[in-house]
């Protein structure tokens, strides 16, 4: 149980593209998830938290018209890189934790690779 | 602000040697520990987790036992093998908020 999907796992595009990528918890109801980036070989950096149908929490540093974020159900959240450019480029990770009781761990999807040239 | 050190790497060692990442954590309060684990390519995986100070969790042959007297909950396996090696976070967090992970600790077994 607890699985959480993310699509696409590798992505490659040219310079000023925006970029969508999904994040659903498969069977479970996510009222909260998590968006993370890492760089290689380091740890994960909190973009933002959101939950569902309210706007998200961006972490401090992180561009809110940049990293789009969208919460419209409880199984779906999607991330879009607008006009991505190739600093844009790392590892994205999201998460989900369900609903109810207290304490309840965070399930990670596999992560995105995205690469823009 | 709540915060998590983790033992450096890379750590390397050979197939059925004992292993110990250490972990120590900074917070107000009794946090929730967690050890989680990323293999190659992919994203993270809980590997255990405890919630209360004595409390030890365990799979897959790790351990980590919450000490609170020394704020650690360090991971270990008594036999590591060829698959363990991935890169391991340790991280904590209160209720339902976010995780704060440690840096990362990579791997790798020798055969």
């Known amino acids: 149980g607890a699985v959480v999907s993310q699509h696409p796992s590798w992505v490659i595009c040219k310079s000023g593209t925006s970029v969508k990528i999904e994040c659903r918890s498969l069977d479970f109801q996510a009222t909260t998830m998590f968006w993370y980036r890492q760089f290689p070989k380091q740890s994960l950096m909190l973009m933002a938290t959101s939950n569902e149908g309210s706007k998200a929490t961006y972490e401090q540093g992180v561009e809110k018209d940049k990293f789009l974020i969208n919460h419209a159900s409880l199984t779906l959240s999607t991330l879009t890189v607008t006009s991505a450019h190739p600093e844009d480029s790392s590892f994205y990770i999201c998460s989900a934790r369900g609903t109810g009781l207290r304490n309840q761990p965070q399930h990670f999807g596999d992560g995105t690779r995205l690469s823009i040239l | 602000g709540n915060s998590v050190t983790q033992m450096e790497g890379p750590v390397t060692l050979s197939e059925e040697a004992f292993l110990t990442i250490n972990c120590t954590y900074t917070?107000?309060?009794?946090?929730?520990l967690f050890w989680y684990v990323q293999y190659p390519g992919e994203g993270l995986q809980l590997l255990l987790k405890a919630t209360k100070a004595d409390d030890k969790g365990s799979n897959k042959g790790f351990e980590a036992t919450y000490r609170k007297e020394t704020t650690s909950f360090h991971l270990e396996k008594g036999s590591v093998q060829v698959s363990d090696s991935a890169v391991y976070f340790c991280a904590l967090n209160f209720g339902n908020e976010k995780l704060t992970f440690g840096t990362g600790t990579r791997l790798t077994i020798i055969p």
């Open positions: 917070a107000t309060g009794y946090p929730s």
